[in-house]
Nanobody, 119 residues
Framework: QVRLVESGGGLVQPGGSLRLSCAAS????????MGWYRQAPGKQRTLVAA?????TYADSVKGRFTISRDNAKNTVYLQMNSLKPEDTAVYCC???????????????WGQGTQVTVSS
């Protein structure tokens, strides 16, 4: 069974930094895309960043967040700098991948990790 597990969330002051990690495990043939979404209370879930060979970012985080990927470890990272209170949300890892024994790519989600930016 394929699983995505996030880590690195927590409480940080405005202007601070956090680094989120997401590791995919299980029987995986290939991973096409890995990315991060976030959802604040009362708001829709939105894409923060995603990466195939190159990264893409939401306008709200450009210049502050950096997404990277370690293909050998099936892991994606999100380095978050200059954090603002409006970054507070549950951050969920997403991957579009082909599980071993299948041929069709499917989306998988992690459980989410809470990021709170507050003084």
């Amino acid at each position: 069974q394929v699983r995505l597990v996030e880590s690195g969330g927590g409480l940080v002051q405005p202007g601070g930094s956090l680094r989120l990690s997401c590791a995919a495990s299980g029987s995986i043939a290939s991973i096409y895309v890995m990315g991060w979404y976030r959802q604040a209370p009362g708001k829709q879930r939105t894409l923060v960043a995603a990466i195939t060979d190159t990264p893409t970012y939401a306008d709200s985080v450009k210049g502050r967040f950096t997404i990277s990927r370690d293909n050998a470890k099936n892991t994606v990272y999100l380095q978050m700098n200059s954090l603002k209170p409006e970054d507070t949300a549950v951050y969920c890892c997403n991957a579009i991948l082909v599980a071993a024994g299948t041929t069709r790519p499917s989306p998988y989600w992690g459980q989410g990790t809470q990021v709170t930016v507050s003084s």
